[in-house]
């Protein structure tokens, strides 16, 4: 076990956090684009290409319906990370200032 000193940055969490909530949004909404671009392509095929064509269109929306639950997933992910992160911060700065109200106490509340 280390005895090297814990440093902790609550605002630099936060900005993990910040950081994490971004990725979670930008990964929604490629999540909802996919979905959206895909949401015709099978009768698109039909209608541009014939029958001949109608297992491209499902195998593209099979693999684009997979890629948006990915982005789904990962964004959350990040979400729950960003969240985490958050809660961090604010235990670290509630412990931070139990402990120094303890050792004011302790000191009489010298300090």
């Not at 990040?78 to 402990?99: I, V």
């Amino acid at each position: 076990m280390s005895s090297e000193r814990i440093s902790v940055d609550p605002a630099s969490l936060r900005t993990a956090a910040d950081g994490n909530a971004a990725a979670a949004s930008q990964l929604d909404d490629y999540s909802r684009a996919c979905k959206q671009w895909i949401s015709d392509v099978e009768q698109e095929f039909l209608r541009c290409h014939g029958p001949v064509a109608a297992p491209v269109g499902t195998a593209m929306r099979a693999f684009f319906d997979h890629v948006g639950e990915q982005a789904t997933g990962a964004s959350g992910e990040h979400s729950a990370m960003g969240d985490n992160l958050t809660n961090a911060a604010g235990r670290y700065e509630d412990a931070d200032h139990a402990g120094a109200t303890a050792v004011n106490a302790a000191a009489g509340g010298a300090l």
